[in-house]
């Protein structure tokens, strides 16, 4: 999404002007019309189309131009995976975010690698559920609890080094400041934010922590992200791990 006005709801989250545009892509015809129902009572969402297989996403991506594909990952005909990276690819102002059943990092990993902003499992509450949309949909990024930990995992093990600069992206490198400069941008809270959603946290288990609404924990978020120049949930666990943030342990 672009540009949109933000106001709020009766969940205290971010909410634009206008709906934020969901395709639900799965092949079971009863999920679907569950989520269907579900968003269809959110006031700041509308369901814009529906897919049971891959390709079917991908199609109907071109044609409405949703701003959030709900994505399966497994489908016949492609995998949910695979429509993901074509969908990032093709149409990079649209954000996936997986709801599946699968829980393995293995799973976790590729989905971000293809592009996706989310990863959440069928077992979570709608409540949970209506919170990552929105967090995509304004640009950030929504892991199921616990899963960061396995990002940091994947970073360390293949980049064994990664407290060096030498491994650095350009995004990580300090480039003559010190961290306490760089962090200096933040305000406090905005520090504490950062750690706990590098850790793995919701925004409600944040706003829970620090005894905050979610709207405040998600406009610190949005804050931090845009200060330090992450664009990604795997920028933000990188910086935290380089600058001794978050410990990094395997």
């Known amino acids: 999404m672009t540009g949109e006005q933000i106001i709020t709801d009766e969940y205290n989250a971010a909410v634009p002007a206008q709906p934020i545009r969901v ?3 799965d092949d079971h015809d009863i999920l679907r019309q569950g ?3 579900l968003f269809e009572v959110q006031a700041d969402m509308l369901v814009v189309g529906e897919a049971r ?4 996403a991908i199609e109907q991506t071109a044609e409405l131009q949703p701003h959030v594909v709900i994505m399966d990952i497994s489908m016949a005909e492609m995998d949910g995976l695979e429509a993901c990276q074509h969908i990032r690819k093709q149409f990079p102002t649209t954000q996936v975010l997986i709801l599946t059943m699968h829980e393995s990092e293995e799973f976790f990993l590729q989905a971000l690698r293809v ?5 959440l499992v069928k077992k979570a509450a709608p409540s949970e559920l209506s919170a990552a949309v929105r967090t995509v ?11 960061a930990k396995a990002l940091i995992r994947a970073f360390v093990t293949t980049n064994p080094n990664s407290s060096s600069q030498a491994n650095l992206t350009n995004m990580e490198k300090p480039q003559s400041i010190t961290l306490a400069r760089t962090l200096d941008i933040l305000t406090p809270r905005e520090a504490e934010v950062l750690k706990f959603v590098a850790e793995g946290l919701t925004n409600q288990e944040i706003a829970d922590r620090l005894v905050l609404s979610i709207k405040t924990v998600q406009a610190h978020r949005a804050n ?3 200060k330090l120049g992450l664009h990604d949930i795997t920028h933000l666990v990188r910086f935290a791990i380089h600058h001794g943030l978050i410990q990094a342990e395997l």
């Open 224 to 226: 931090v992200m845009e």
């Open 53 to 56: 297989t891959g390709i079917g």
């Open 137 to 147: 949909a304004s640009g950030g990024a929504y892991l199921y609890p616990g899963l």
């Open 35 to 37: 989520l269907k129902l």
């Open 115 to 119: 592009g996706a902003a989310g990863y």
């Open 23 to 25: 395709l639900l892509a």
